[in-house]
């Protein structure tokens, strides 16, 4: 009777042009490590959102957006929104890999099968995950101090969008030079916060003397700010296709930086 067995020969797993299953895991792995702490992650920024329009929605009231008959109210909570995008996008993608080299886990996923362009895209789209969800959240929690019925939907749509993945690449790029999160911080608070505040979140550009209105359209986080809000109260302080294509563009080159800085392993795999 033969009692030989039949064995396999071991060899390499293959993925293809893309491992999905490696892809998926990463992207599940940032979005449930936000969700683990959503009362830091999603409700403390609709308490930050929700002070903001409190001082200053409750306080101009009275006022109308300029150049339109909506509140002023209205204009506020869009950009407030898109604020909450923004800086919580940066803060994902920033963090994630700041606490993993920190803590000595980076080879997590570095070790994985997983191409620089399979990293960039799970570590953008986890950071655009949270930059929606807290969106979304804060867009209900200012409902009940402004109109937030869209004008236009498709563009605030649009423009989210865009914006989660800009600042979610910003974060991954911002994350892998820091070495500690004094470093981080440093973007937060010397790149991120002026260019937010100062690019017509809580204001329009248009009520700006010269040479600040110039200089506010210089400004890439303008163009986010005004698409968006056009898409909810119809009206835009620069060209809306002019906004569309340099947020895009703006999107496709830092992916491509984050792509580039992924693949030479800097400040990771030294």
Not at 120 to 148: E, H, Y
Not at 155 to 181: E, H, M, Q, R, T
Not at 238 to 265: R, Y
Request: charged share 10%; with cysteine.
């Amino acid at each position: 009777m033969d009692t030989s067995v039949t064995t396999t020969p071991i060899t390499s797993r293959r993925y293809g042009a893309v491992n999905w299953l490696g892809l998926q895991t990463l992207i599940q792995r940032e979005v449930q490590r936000f969700l683990k702490v959503g009362a830091q992650t999603v409700f403390a920024p609709l308490i930050q959102t929700l002070l903001f329009m409190m001082v200053f929605g409750l306080v101009l009231r009275d006022g109308n957006w300029p150049g339109t008959t909506r509140a002023y109210a209205d204009g506020l909570a869009a950009g407030l929104v898109m604020m909450s995008i923004i800086s919580n996008a940066f803060q994902n993608s920033s963090s994630s890999i700041v606490i993993a080299k920190v803590q000595g886990n980076s080879v997590d996923f570095l070790m994985p099968p997983l191409s620089a362009l399979e990293l960039t895209i799970a570590f953008i789209v986890g950071a655009a995950a949270r930059g929606i969800l807290v969106g979304a959240a804060s867009l209900i929690a200012v409902a009940w101090l402004a109109n937030v019925m869209p004008a236009e939907p498709l563009w605030a749509i649009y423009f989210a969008i865009v914006a989660s993945v800009i600042f979610g690449a910003i974060g991954l790029l911002g994350g892998v030079w820091a070495d500690k999160f004094d470093h981080l911080a440093a973007v937060t608070n010397f790149i991120i916060v002026p260019l937010t505040f100062l690019s017509g979140t809580f204001y329009s550009t248009d009520a700006l003397p010269e040479p600040f209105r110039t200089f506010s359209h210089y400004n890439p986080v303008f163009f986010l700010i005004d698409g968006f809000r056009h898409g909810f109260i119809g009206s835009h302080d620069a060209p809306l296709v002019v906004s569309a294509t340099v947020s895009l563009g703006l999107a496709l080159v830092l992916c491509w930086a984050c792509w580039a800085m992924l693949k030479s392993g800097y400040r990771l795999r030294s």
